[in-house]
């Protein structure tokens, strides 16, 4: 099945790379000329040349990022977003050579062989992989192409293209790896430890990629273990995982029939999670993990699409279940776009999982008997269950936003918008809020409010004044029209002047807290002479 | 030096059965179930009342008074801040930043919104939570039971139906996650019952600093002999305390309904 399988060749494939630069940037539909940022966690992950172009790097912040380049425009990272928007040139490619494997959304990977004696030659092929991918981004991002022994080496020569085609003659890979910085590393390593290890290996004065190549392959793994064995390979230009001549087990293979057929993404997103965790789980049981993976789907009236998917760090279910989905969007949005050919004419009734590539599992360290990882999982097929249920914005999560109230220090988004499991915050978070009340927070926090009225000792209605005090000290609250409940104990008032510089926006308000006799507490504020409940300390 | 051999060997097969084989042998030695498995941890602060901790498939019910929210919250904490998830089904007033100083974890909390129907109460467990995508009526104990199967802890803030109720406790027991039923929203009898007996504000510095409460837990099992405890709910920094030195007696004075005679009405 594979070019790499079965050859008993033990040197790494020729492999043809397609890298389209800036691929954040340019899915999100911003003209390479533009100045724009690609922000995720508040560091870049990605910018446009014109960006580049005025010192913006990867990995800085937000703020030194608009430092460099104020004009920029800053969007934030979507995966799925790039996954869409990649799939018409997966498609494009798929046409001139089958079996390519999408590395990540803009970056894609095929035999070479196959391609170059068709089309006479690995130049002449790879030229004409690059015409096809440039005609379908329309010339929005340049497109480098390289040729090069095993995916490390390629995805470097097709950076150094710089927008063409760099062809490294078997066997020069070595040569070509050498005199190219450490760091190079950290682009096909998707790992945070590999960040530290480049720089760990810098101060150890190994600065190219030569002087680790030339580093005895056993000392590198007896001081940085697995990691350590994979860097050693590919230095040496071998592909990062030994090639093997052994078949995938045919048990590995799942697949689902979907009856009736299916249209709905989200369906289907769900069907694929599930297939992914049942994957996941017999890998996990003989101890190996997937870095290369077929997801096969099939409509009613028997159109397939077929796509490689390869992740280094190897693919989880979440990571499966991520790139079914992106593999599904692509195809069912590519229907009702310019061109409904390309996408499929009935609904999708196989979904089917073909572990392409498995290697043992010597990464992560899994708690012996299970631990929080099953948790997540189990919640986030149950999120996606419930998204299926009631539409996909009824599940919501906090996110800390900032602000002065009660209910704006904190708020909710749809589960989807962001990554389960993992903190969720606005910029505005880490910003300061003066006249915030300090904790503890109320418990219960009204949409609506509720109306309220404070009483002085003579039964009229008591009020702030201009100079935030009160006109007189309250001894009763009536709640929504209820009997007045005597006020145990009070604090406040505390202004709170917002946006004073925008007539629109501005609010000028006090809250004031109550303690009342039934043992209630709460937060009223005063807006414009009149009184709500805000919050409740329940 | 000569270079090890990194290359794994062409049978692999070594490699491929020893995690099944050490899986197979985890299996034989674990026991049934582990005893912190059947239990869910709790903050310290709530030792005194649960000295086992939250028993995984019971029902928890909190009985209507002020403070039941936080209490409720506080009950969850624990488990959050171990790894659990935890719903709030049907609680759209929340407040999220005190659910947070609280100590559950913002991450593993999912918010449901079940639609402003439930919360009017007509009609329990027949509720309409509105047309799901497929033009379906889904009700809310549909949605409770698609998220016991979830998370580990389910707060219900929606009311239902005595029947429903049965069939999400069985459900809960199954699937070993805990139920913990906000005031009037559980129709039978809970596992475990939590009161809030009355509350005392602390305002040092003329702002609503702590509150003092005593918390009584009684219900089945283990659990039949009623335990009361004296919390800070909250503390000082907003998360929960227990009360130094205190004699979990009679000394909390509850305040009771007084209403303002003469005062406009």
């Known amino acids: ?538 | 030096m000569e270079a090890l051999d990194l290359e794994p060997p062409a049978d692999t097969r070594a490699v491929l059965t020893v995690p099944s084989a050490l899986a197979r042998v985890a299996e034989r030695s674990r026991p049934v179930a582990l005893a912190g498995q059947q239990a869910l941890p709790v903050l310290p602060c709530l030792l005194a009342l649960l000295p086992d901790g939250l028993r995984r498939g019971t029902t928890v019910s909190i009985e209507p008074g002020p403070g039941a929210t936080a209490l409720a919250m506080v009950l969850v904490a624990g488990a959050s801040a171990g790894g659990s998830w935890v719903a709030a089904v049907g609680v759209p007033s929340l407040g999220l930043a005190a659910t947070a100083e609280l100590g559950v974890a913002p991450e593993r909390l999912l918010v449901v919104d079940v639609g402003p129907g439930s919360q009017a109460g007509t009609g329990p467990g027949a509720t309409p939570v509105g047309p799901g995508r497929t033009g379906r009526v889904v009700a809310p104990a549909t949605v409770v039971a698609a998220l016991i199967d979830a998370v580990d802890i389910v707060v219900l803030g929606s009311r239902v139906g005595s029947s429903d109720a049965r069939r999400l406790a069985a459900r809960a027991r199954e699937q070993g996650a805990v139920v913990v039923a906000l005031p009037g929203r559980w129709p039978g009898v809970a596992d475990l019952r939590l009161r809030v007996d009355g509350g005392t504000w602390e305002l040092p510095h003329r702002v609503l600093a702590a509150r003092r409460v005593a918390v009584t837990a009684e219900g089945r099992g283990a659990a039949a002999r009623a335990r009361r405890a004296a919390l800070w709910l909250p503390g000082p920094d907003g998360s929960p305390a227990p009360v130094a030195g205190a004699d979990t007696g009679d000394e909390v004075v509850e305040v009771g309904d007084r209403v303002i005679a003469g005062a406009p009405a």
């Not at chain 1, 040197?11 to 724009?36: F, I, M, N, Y």
């Not at chain 1, 430092?67 to 425009?73: I, L, M, T």
């Not at chain 1, 299970?370 to 906090?398: E, K, S």
């Open chain 1, 1 to 538: 099945m594979t070019a790499s399988r079965g050859t008993g060749v033990t040197g790494p494939t020729r492999t043809l790379l397609v890298w389209c630069a800036d691929w954040p940037v340019v899915a999100a539909g911003v003209a390479s000329d533009e100045p724009a940022v690609v922000l995720h966690a508040n560091r870049v992950v990605a910018c446009s040349a014109a960006a580049r172009a005025e010192g913006v790097r990867r990995g800085l912040r937000r703020r030194e990022a608009q430092s460099c380049c104020p004009e920029a425009v800053v969007l934030a990272a979507d995966p799925d977003r790039d996954a869409r928007a990649f799939e018409p040139v997966a498609a494009a490619v798929e046409a001139l050579a089958p079996r390519l494997e999408v590395v990540r959304p803009g970056v894609l990977a095929l035999a070479a062989r196959g391609p170059s004696r068709y089309y006479g030659g690995e130049v002449a092929a790879a030229s004409r992989v690059r015409e096809a991918a440039v005609a379908t981004i329309l010339g929005r991002a340049p497109v480098g192409v390289g040729v090069a022994d095993g995916l490390f080496a390629s995805l470097l020569a097709a950076r150094a293209a710089a927008g063409g085609t760099v062809v490294v003659e078997p066997g020069a890979t070595p040569a070509f790896l050498a005199p190219r910085p450490v760091s190079e590393l950290a682009r096909v390593l998707d790992d945070p430890v590999v960040v530290d290890l480049v720089d760990l290996l810098r101060r150890l004065g190994l600065r190219t990629l030569g002087t680790v190549a030339a580093v005895p392959a056993a000392d590198l793994l007896g001081r940085f273990g697995h990691l350590g064995a994979r860097v050693s390979r590919l230095t040496r230009g071998l592909d990062e995982h030994p090639p093997r001549a052994r078949a995938i087990p045919p048990e590995l293979v799942v697949s689902t029939e979907i009856d009736p057929p299916a249209e709905e993404i989200s369906q289907l997103a769900f069907l694929a999670r599930s297939l992914a965790t049942e994957l996941g789980d017999r890998l996990a049981g003989r101890g190996l993990v997937c870095t290369r993976i077929s997801i096969e789907v099939e409509t009613e009236h028997g159109e397939t699409l077929a796509r490689l998917w390869r992740h280094e760090g190897g693919l989880g279910p979440v990571e499966l279940a991520d790139r079914a989905r992106w593999q599904l969007e692509g195809w069912l949005t590519a229907a009702s776009g310019p061109n409904p050919s390309d996408g499929p004419t009935a609904g999708i009734s196989l979904l089917r999982l073909v572990p392409d590539q498995v290697v043992p599992d010597d990464g992560r360290q899994l708690g012996f008997w299970g631990g929080a990882r099953d948790a997540d999982v189990r919640a986030a097929r149950g999120v996606a269950r419930l998204q299926g249920l009631l539409g996909p914005d009824a599940v919501l999560v906090p996110e800390r936003r900032g602000g002065r109230g009660p209910g704006e220090q904190m708020g909710l988004v749809p589960a989807h918008a962001v990554r389960l499991g993992a903190p969720a915050a606005t910029d505005d978070a880490a910003r300061p809020w003066p006249g915030r009340l300090p904790p503890p927070s109320p418990v219960l926090v009204h949409a609506p409010s509720l109306p309220a009225v404070p009483f002085d000792a003579g039964g009229q209605p008591v009020g702030v004044t201009g100079r935030g005090v009160l006109t007189a000290e309250p001894v009763a609250v009536g709640i929504a029209g209820r009997a007045p409940v005597a006020v145990l104990a009070c604090a406040g008032p505390w202004p709170a002047e917002e946006r004073w510089w925008d007539p629109a926006a501005f609010r000028r308000r006090a809250r004031l807290q109550v303690v009342l006799a039934d043992g209630t507490a709460h937060l009223l504020v005063v807006e414009d002479g009149h009184w709500q409940v805000e919050a409740t300390y329940d």
